[in-house]
Each structure stands twice: as structure tokens, then as C-alpha cells.
């Protein structure tokens, strides 16, 4: 069974950072895009960024360049999202998902970031 | 860059049928036939119902059905079920990058 397990979400300062982490498990981790998509508080959703196998091809949104960094460890079936300078707009739910040819068909269920002074 | 655009809200009672629109330009659903609809329900992670503007994963009823016709897509859900009631998204690859719709709740009369 695939498990994506988000971690490392709270609550920061504007201007803060965060490592989120998503541990995954059930397949080969390797062999998949990844990506990280958010959902505001009773928003829709939006997708962020994401990175192929071996880590040679990264995209983003044009809203979190520069201050979102997407990675992944294939050692430990591990991906993650440095994300620095928050803003309040920042504040989501920030979930993992397997990216499989264009469409998302794994999804975690995520991790609450909360950007308030 | 801004996502397609869909309908706030779309009801029919059970065993009707129900088509959520998702309205992009040339540059996302009309450029490529890369059209995903997700659905999801309140507090849960968000399931892929259709891929690939019509094709259905493993285990998705054949009562969600889509398609595609210009820059729009569309998804139809024949045979409403309570089950059925969640808000919905479409998703489209943009070239590098990709963008969700606005999102449309089901309701089920």
C-alpha cells in the first residue's frame, strides 16, 4: 500500500522557515515524480512545485520562487520543501503527492503551515 | 499564473447527472491533453477520478466520465450518488508548470 506521511509543519513568524518533510513507503520512491500542492484554510487547491527522479528537473508556481526549494533523498524515500521567507499567504495545508505522468495519483494527507506574528 | 476557471457550485438529485465545467486558455487545458479531475471530500486528502482529459484510474466508477473541447474540459458524473457530493477540481499541465481549477462543490439533492 502507498503511504505518503507529511511532517515539519507549525506555526512561524512572517519572514520564518520551515523544512517539510514526506516520508514515503509501498513503492518504488525512485522511479517517481513528486510534487507538493497546498490548500489555503476553506481555499481551493494550489499546486507548488515539483521535482523529477534524480532531482535534475525542479519547477515551481511563480509565487514561492526563490523562497521555495523542492528536494528529495531517494536513500530515504524521502522528499522536501525548504520554504524560507514566509508570508502570510503561506499559511496551508501543504500535502505530497506522487506525480505520474501529469496527474497526481498518491496524496498524503499533509502537514498545516501557519504564518502569524 | 491564474487556474482554469469552473463553476462555484453544481446540485442534481440522485441518479441525475451533473457536469462540472473547467474553462483554461491556450496555454494550459487547450495546449495539451493533460486534463486531471480530483475529487475531494471535507478534511480528506483529494482523489484522481480522471487523467489524461478521459481515462479512469483502477477502482474509479464508470459514472465519472471526461472529456475535452478546446480550452475546456469537462467532467460528468451519471447516475448521482449521495457518496458523490465533494468538491471538485480539475488540474492541468501548463507547460513546466501546472494549475488546479477553481473548484466546484457537488451537492446532492
Known amino acids: 500500500e502507498v503511504q505518503l506521511v507529511e511532517s515539519g509543519g507549525g506555526l512561524v513568524q512572517p519572514g520564518g522557515s520551515l523544512r517539510l518533510s514526506c516520508a514515503a513507503s509501498g513503492f518504488t520512491f525512485g522511479n517517481f515524480w513528486m510534487g507538493w500542492v497546498r490548500q489555503a484554510p476553506g481555499k481551493g487547491l494550489e499546486w507548488v512545485a515539483n521535482i523529477n527522479q534524480d532531482e535534475s528537473a525542479k519547477h515551481y508556481v511563480d509565487s514561492v520562487k526563490g523562497r521555495f526549494t523542492i528536494s528529495r533523498d531517494n536513500a530515504k524515500n524521502s522528499l522536501y520543501l525548504q520554504i524560507n521567507n514566509l508570508r502570510d499567504e503561506d499559511t496551508a495545508v501543504y500535502s505530497c503527492?506522487?506525480?505520474?505522468?501529469?496527474?497526481?495519483?498518491?496524496w498524503g494527507q499533509g502537514t498545516l503551515v501557519t504564518v502569524s506574528s | 499564473q491564474a487556474g482554469p476557471t469552473q463553476p462555484r457550485s453544481v446540485s442534481g438529485s440522485p441518479g441525475q447527472s451533473v457536469t462540472i465545467s473547467c474553462t483554461g486558455t491556450?496555454?494550459?487545458?487547450?495546449?495539451?491533453?493533460?486534463v486531471s479531475w480530483y475529487q475531494q471530500h471535507p478534511g480528506k486528502a483529494p482523489k484522481v477520478m480522471i487523467y489524461?482529459?478521459?481515462k479512469r484510474p483502477s477502482g474509479v466508477p464508470d459514472r465519472f466520465s471526461g472529456s475535452k473541447s478546446g480550452n475546456t474540459a469537462s467532467l460528468t458524473i451519471s447516475g448521482l450518488q449521495a457518496e458523490d457530493e465533494a468538491d471538485y477540481y480539475c488540474y492541468s499541465y501548463a507547460g513546466s508548470c501546472y494549475v488546479f481549477g477553481s473548484g466546484t462543490k457537488v451537492t446532492v439533492l
Open positions: 491556450s496555454s494550459d487545458v487547450g495546449g495539451y491533453n493533460y
Open positions: 503527492a506522487t506525480d505520474s505522468y501529469h496527474h497526481l495519483e498518491h
Open positions: 489524461d482529459v478521459s
